[in-house]
Each structure stands twice: as C-alpha cells, then as structure tokens.
C-alpha cells in the first residue's frame, strides 16, 4: 500500500512538472520586474507569469486559480497584500520563486491557498508580516543539487513572524522554522524513497 501511495504521489509530481513545461511553452505569457504600486490581479490568460527582475508588491496582488508564476529564483517581496487563490479544479503553480515580506515600515501580508510551490523559498522573519498557506503542495524534489542527492538549491524556509501552515503537504523541503505565536496543524511531511 505504501509503494502504490509512493507511486501516484510521484505521477502527480511528473504531471504537474508536465503541465508547467507545456504551459510555459504554449504561451510566451507575462514578463515582470520592478515595483507593482497599485492594486493588480494576474490572470489565467496572461500566464505564465515570468519574473525577469525582482518584484516589490506595495499593493494588493491577486493572483487567480490556474496561474503558473516562474520567478527564475528572483525575490518577490510583499510590502502590500498578496493573495494567491487558487482552487481545487485550477491550482496556481509557483516555480523557483524567492518570497519575502516587506520591511520594519511595511510588514507586507501573503496568503497562499490551494497552490502547488516547486523550489520556492521563504523567508518571512519580519516582525508584524502575516503569512498563511494552506491547502497546498509544496515540493523540492526538482530543485535538488546535481552534484549531491542530499543538497537543495533552496535555504532554509524561515516564518520568524506569524504564521499559519495548515492542511499542506511538503516533499522533500528544506527546514521550516517558526516562531510561538504561529500555527502548524495538519500538514503531511514526505521524504523522497530511493
């Protein structure tokens, strides 16, 4: 029973990797960098999202089911609002992205639902930054170093701030670290079986 669970979790993972190539090639998407002042929402019909510099949100992004975000390990980092909704028909897809909250001024609030992450980082030790994911899939399994089975690209995932981590299930990541005052409550860990 253990290797079948083992077995489709892997299928979904190579599925979705699938899906995210394919879409990235259909469509030459969305390229941003820079500063987003003002409210914005990303759609479906302009993903791919392609971060080409680092990102700072100071308003309200909203990022809708179905969209796929490629930070090309670039920073995007949360003074304002960001939300990325998605659903259980139409997840969004975050791939190689650096997440962080704002500043001692600008504390920033994330709030990831329903999402599947591939070799993203987070790094929210901001005292006062909110940040919240839940019902998501977060997966480095891609992002392992060549030269090491047991090295990661990605650092050490940091909630220093408040935080809640609900109903998620994290293959192969890095640390988590967390503070007191947050929640971490029905979350599924899995290592990869060689």
Known sequence: MKIIIQTLIFI??????????????????TDVGGIIKTDDIWTKEGSPYNL???V??????IVEPG?????NRKKLSVFGELEVIGNSENKVRLVDLDLSGGNESRKGSVKISNSN??????N?????TFFQLKNSWMDDTLGQNENSENEYYTNTNNFGTYAE????IFSNISPININNNSTFTNNVFLKKVI
């Open 12 to 29: 979904g993972i190579l599925f979705d990797t699938f899906i995210i190539n394919n879409s990235v090639q259909a469509s030459t998407g």
């Open 117 to 122: 992450l591939f070799r993203c980082n987070f």
């Open 124 to 128: 929210f030790d901001r005292i006062g």
């Open 165 to 168: 981590i609900e109903k998620n």
């Open 56 to 61: 700072q949100i100071g308003g309200k992004l």
């Open 67 to 71: 969209v796929i975000v490629i930070g």
């Open 52 to 54: 080409t510099n680092d």
